[in-house]
């Protein structure tokens, strides 16, 4: 039997980022992909996009979700990633409590912020909601700024350590979830990665590649749907681990040297048939 997933996320119509991103990557990854637009913006809202548009679709999301009752359809993972509003998580635990299985897994990405910073339109009231997303999910996946937020501390940018690092982990695990995955991870100025901590044996995984300077907006799209595509395959969490980082990592370089017209994302595309190798 095909897998199937579904992805609940806004569309950015220009700037390769959530929907756009992470329909290619799981369909090459040979997933069914069902989607929940959240909103339709003309462009990510990061920085370099001015004057956005923003249509919310929030009151779809109850009338698909029924629908979809209907229909008795199964999904092998519910995965979200940015949600626009309070009440959209509030429609995204509803749809976890309808359509979680207990063999299929919730992967949450709590779109937050990055650099240290919200992004536009987020701000502390919201993360906590997002919490209340991590709390009913299997796996969560928070970049260092999102670690931060998430938990209402002062975000640091670099500077961290083993002791600080496990510190966010342990806490971050107090949430709910029993897997949690915090990317951008760095302790040297030549390596960056993913330290993971499960709940439930205590135990530590840590993968690190090449630290490559710049900012790559995008990047933590790009590995959650690959993390996810591993994950439904039934990879073990290590291995979709080294398989994300190492599709990001592979993203990256491809975007490099070509950053005065790709600004706004990655060159993933290029990255496609690489992707198919890895999972061989
Ligand atoms: O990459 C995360 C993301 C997703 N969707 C929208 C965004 C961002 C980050 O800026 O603006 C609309």
Redesign the pocket.
């Known amino acids: 039997m095909m897998k199937r997933i579904v992805s609940i996320?806004?569309i950015?119509c220009f700037?390769k980022?959530?929907l756009t991103v992470a329909l290619p990557i799981i369909s090459t990854m040979g997933i069914e992909t069902c989607v929940i637009p959240t909103?339709v913006?003309s462009?990510?809202?990061?920085s370099g996009f001015e004057g956005?548009t923003y249509h919310d679709l929030t009151a779809d999301i109850p009338n698909i979700a029924a629908h979809w009752k209907r229909l008795g359809l199964h999904f092998d993972a519910i995965s979200t990633?940015?949600l626009?509003s309070k009440e959209q998580v509030g429609m995204v635990l509803d749809f976890f409590t309808e359509f979680s299985t207990p063999d299929n897994k919730i992967i949450v990405d709590p779109?937050l912020g990055?650099k240290g910073q919200f992004?536009?339109g987020f701000n502390s009231d919201f993360a906590k909601e997002m919490c209340r997303l991590c709390n009913n999910a299997d796996v969560i996946k928070p970049n260092m700024t999102e670690a931060a937020l998430l938990l209402g501390e002062e975000c640091r940018e670099g500077g961290y350590d083993e002791s600080y690092v496990g510190e966010l982990l342990k806490r971050l695990s107090e949430l709910g979830a029993r897997h949690i995955i915090l990317t951008g991870v760095s302790y040297t100025p030549d390596k960056q990665g993913v330290v993971a901590f499960d709940r439930e044996t205590g135990e530590t995984f840590t993968y690190f590649s090449e630290n490559i300077p710049g900012y790559f907006?995008?990047t933590?799209?790009v590995f959650s749907a690959t993390l996810t595509g591993a994950l439904v395959h039934n990879y073990s969490l290590e291995r979709s681990i080294r398989i994300a980082v190492d599709f990001t990592v592979d993203c990256i370089r491809h975007t490099v040297g070509h950053q005065c017209e790709h600004w706004y994302s990655v060159r993933f595309e290029e990255c496609i048939p690489d992707l198919i190798s890895m999972m061989g």
């Open positions: 996320q806004d950015s700037g980022c959530s909103a913006l462009t990510h809202t990061g956005y990633g940015y626009g779109v990055d992004y536009k907006h995008s933590g799209d």
